[in-house]
């Protein structure tokens, strides 16, 4: 409630908004952004979420989907990737210039010339230590002063934090929302790649969901 309180002040204040929420994977990131997206697309403008990955932004995409439908919510949601066909882009393109597309989800394919938004009042990036920060900035110019919404997962000491993004208002969900289950992290050295491996493909059969990142690499190969 917190975070989201700060998001949503932000969105209504006199000046625009540029914060970064940091979070761990399913502290709820995702659900404020989507609720910042829905407050926007409810206001007559339309919103954007950047990812790094055509999986990611396909995941976030058919969620939303999913839970508009699931709720009732009468707002088109887009989605725009690199490996797309040309027909479907310039469907997607037309539904964005239109503002047919509310809310708009992609990857950095949602930076290129040929994407004209109407009225693009809020950009997100989510793990957006992924993107440059030309990547940013484009997807910011491509409305008038929208507010600005970045996401990561990835622990940054507040130290730290003030140095790389001294222009962002920071935002910390320390805590995970009800009945969520605790996310376990474990680091797994190169002797047991495989087997850990093999451990998030049982996960993943099972549908369930498994992160890798980076796994570390013996010193004795470097």
Do not use: W
Not at 99 to 114: C, N, R
């Amino acid at each position: 409630n917190k975070v989201r309180t700060e998001v949503f002040r932000d969105m209504t204040g006199k000046k625009v908004m540029n914060r970064l929420i940091q979070g761990d994977v399913g502290s709820g990131k995702t659900i404020i952004a989507v609720l910042a997206l829905l407050e926007t697309a409810c206001n007559g403008f339309q919103g954007a979420l950047m990812v790094p990955t055509e999986v990611l932004a396909r995941q976030h995409y058919e969620s939303m989907l999913s839970l508009f439908e699931e709720n009732g919510i009468e707002k088109q949601v887009v989605l725009v990737t690199g490996s797309m066909t040309a027909k479907e882009k310039r469907t997607a393109y037309e539904k964005i210039a239109s503002h047919e597309a509310d809310i708009i989800v992609g990857t950095h394919a949602l930076i290129q010339e040929k994407v004209v938004y109407d009225k693009l009042a809020l950009v997100i990036t989510d793990e957006q230590h992924r993107f440059g920060v030309r990547q940013r900035t484009q997807l910011s110019q491509k409305g008038e002063s929208p507010n600005v919404l970045a996401m990561s997962a990835t622990p940054i000491p507040r130290t730290l934090s003030l140095i790389v993004y001294g222009d962002l208002d920071l935002s910390i969900l320390d805590e995970l929302p009800p009945g969520r289950t605790p996310v376990k992290t474990r680091v797994v050295l190169e002797a047991k790649r495989a087997a850990m491996y093999g451990f998030v493909m049982e996960k993943v059969r099972e549908g369930r969901q498994a992160y890798v990142i980076c796994p570390l690499v013996d010193k004795s190969e470097a």
